[in-house]
């Protein structure tokens, strides 16, 4: 298969790579200031001083558990935690245990799990005796919407899933007697990431117009979610409330892994997200060679700007790190999974790149008048 050299040769015009941690122009609308800095790593440390807490010295921690175990008396659970399989999610597992709070796993399975992530989930459970519920996406659908997002031609391949495990989670953790839900998402490794590389997974109108042009299903069971409902239904109605704990503590993803292995039987996945097969590949090949963005650099990034690599480790892990090969394997499994040919699977890798804006998308009032009903609720505390 073909890279878009297009995109590529865009990418790679005026090469310039931050001074500070290692993200470079391959974000077409990366900036840096006077001393070579970029936009990404200046915003990090603007968030330090926005309630991320990365030394862990403040008592925001404590007091938030405090909390979810008060608002939990009564209730089925104290939280409810989404859980990949993955670093972050598995950490917060495992963290439960040790501050003893009755938690419930929610897991969406979107078909793609590897089977070390299976094991890994399974691991997990027995190590904090947690209850798992567990929603299996609608093959299908899941299925049908993945190929229409291929015909697309778009960057961001991973929104049907990361839609289908966020508004899952909302709907199975709404399932239950509960006010927390804890998320993964946490600044110190996900700290950088361009949004030129990718598109808003919660854009429901997005999602429809791509599948009304390239889907052959009707989405029946296939776990859709508005920001508006997330707002109105979940947040509002359900009162809802939703923490990242992991931005409340001393997080260092390399002492996560070696405790994880030590004390719950996990293992590693050998890069991040690559619990999913579909991510592995979508990261790991597609983005990189048909957009040439390559999500380990704004990975790496984030390490070094929270403070876990330096930049010449981060540099050396990005050059002799993960390689980006896609076996003969990957594509026969690749196809095999999405039931079609190796050369229908070969076609569709070729399908010319469009942006997504070239689709529908919500508009910006709607996306600006939630994003202000969602600040209001914030200082309101709801
Ligand atoms: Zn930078």
Redesign the pocket.
């Known amino acids: 298969m073909r890279a878009n050299d297009q995109n590529l040769k865009k990418s790679q015009a005026r090469y310039q790579q931050?001074?500070?941690?290692?993200?470079d122009t391959s974000d077409p609308l990366i900036t840096?200031n006077e001393d070579g800095?970029?936009?990404?790593?200046?915003a990090?440390d603007r968030w330090k001083a926005q309630g991320w807490n990365p030394s862990g010295d403040s008592n925001k921690l404590d007091r938030l558990l405090e909390t979810v175990k008060s608002d939990g008396k009564g209730r089925d659970y104290d939280v409810v935690l989404g859980l990949s399989g993955g670093v972050d999610s598995s950490y917060i597992a495992y963290l439960c245990k040790q501050w003893d709070l009755r938690t419930l796993i929610v897991h969406v399975d979107t078909g793609w799990n590897s089977e070390l992530a299976v094991k890994n989930i399974e691991n997990l459970i027995s190590y904090g005796g947690f209850d798992l519920d567990t929603l299996v996406v609608d093959w299908d659908e899941m299925r049908d919407l993945q190929l229409a997002f291929f015909r697309a031609g778009v960057p961001n391949q991973d929104i049907p899933q990361d839609h289908a495990i966020s508004a899952g989670f909302l709907r199975h953790a709404s399932r239950h007697n509960v006010k927390w839900t804890f998320i993964g998402t946490n600044y110190a490794c996900e700290g950088?990431l361009p949004t030129s590389w990718g598109y808003d997974n919660t854009d429901v109108t997005h999602i429809l117009d791509i599948h009304r042009r390239f889907g052959t299903l009707r989405l029946k069971k296939f776990p859709l979610l508005s920001n508006t409902e997330r707002f109105f239904r979940y947040r509002m109605i359900w009162r809802l409330k939703k923490a990242s704990p992991l931005n409340l503590l001393a997080y260092n993803k390399l002492e996560a892994i070696r405790e994880l292995e030590k004390q719950a039987g996990w293992r590693y996945y050998g890069g991040k997200h690559y619990e999913s097969r579909f991510t592995k590949f979508f990261q790991g090949w597609y983005l990189p060679n048909r957009w040439g963005y390559d999500k380990r650099l704004a990975h790496l990034?984030s390490l070094?700007?929270s403070g876990q690599l330096s930049r010449q480790e981060a540099l050396h892990e990005f050059a002799t790190g993960v390689t980006l090969e896609y076996t003969a394997e990957d594509r026969t499994y690749m196809a095999n999974k999405l039931a079609i040919s190796e050369p229908e699977f070969d076609n569709l890798m070729q399908t010319q790149c469009h942006e997504h804006f070239e689709y529908r998308t919500t508009s910006q009032r709607k996306k600006k008048a939630i994003a202000i009903l969602n600040a209001i609720a914030n200082k309101m505390g709801l």
């Open positions: 931050c001074t500070f941690c290692i993200m840096f800095r970029c936009n990404h790593c200046l990090v950088i990034a070094v700007a």
